[in-house]
T-cell receptor, first 113, second 116 residues
Framework: GENVEQHPSTLSVQEGDSAVIKCTYSDSASNYFPWYKQELGKRPQLIIDIRSNVGEKKDQRIAVTLNKTAKHFSLHITETQPEDSAVYFCAASKGSGTYKYIFGTGTRLKVLA | GAGVSQSPSNKVTEKGKDVELRCDPISGHTALYWYRQSLGQGLEFLIYFQGNSAPDKSGLPSDRFSAERTGGSVSTLTIQRTQQEDSAVYLC??????????????FGPGTRLTVL
């Protein structure tokens, strides 16, 4: 069945360093890949997304890359700050005409001051 | 504008009781989703609504779980004869449409259900 694997499950970085979270999906028909950030006790918030017609998208300190051939996509956070500490979830969706997100299991990011 | 809202924010119930969880989607959003998040876990899809109909109920764990949506807006998730393993945060999300560029899902704050 459809599956999204996410690694690592936990990640600790020093403030100012970069963080990278990787996801692999199984359904080659997937063409929309959102990333959500969930702070403790709060709702998941969309931080960036990418569609399969592009290979990379950047928004300030956050970027996402997509490799459709290898069926994996990654979240990159540069110049990390303590407020980046949260759980990050990747998801894959078939996009047009469909609806279901398959979520990864999450990465707990800790940015150490 | 107003985001997705859910009520109650917390619900403590005794094993065997029924509970109802409510979701108010963003106004104008036609698609609505329910997910379950157990402690420290990812998001487990439960059910999806397009308008008032539910084309995909594949994630509902058992027949104790049901959901409805009325007026293309508010949705209620009902769990009958609750069990301790039902304890989790139940998240609702809505999107302008199902899939496509309007398919981005926006989440509510969740209802934390504790079954004693």
């Amino acid at each position: 069945g459809e599956n999204v694997e996410q690694h690592p499950s936990t990640l600790s970085v020093q403030e100012g360093d970069s963080a990278v979270i990787k996801c692999t999906y199984s359904d080659s028909a997937s063409n929309y890949f959102p990333w959500y950030k969930q702070e403790l006790g709060k709702r998941p918030q969309l931080i960036i997304d990418i569609r399969s017609n592009v290979g990379e998208k950047k928004d300030q300190r956050i970027a996402v890359t997509l490799n459709k051939t290898a069926k994996h996509f990654s979240l990159h956070i540069t110049e990390t700050q303590p407020e980046d500490s949260a759980v990050y979830f990747c998801a894959a969706s078939k996009g047009s005409g469909t609806y279901k997100y398959i979520f990864g299991t999450g990465t707990r990011l800790k940015v150490l001051a | 504008g107003a985001g997705v809202s859910q009520s109650p924010s917390n619900k403590v119930t005794e094993k065997g009781k029924d509970v109802e969880l409510r979701c108010d989607p963003i106004s104008g959003h036609t698609a609505l989703y329910w997910y379950r998040q157990s402690l420290g876990q990812g998001l487990e899809f439960l059910i999806y609504f397009q308008g008032n109909s539910a084309p995909d109920k594949s994630g509902l764990p058992s027949d104790r779980f049901s959901a409805e949506r009325t007026g293309g807006s508010v949705s209620t998730l009902t769990i009958q004869r609750t069990q301790q393993e039902d304890s989790a945060v139940y998240l609702c999300a809505s999107s302008l449409e199902a899939g496509g560029r309007g398919g981005t899902q926006y989440f509510g704050p969740g209802t934390r259900l504790t079954v004693l």
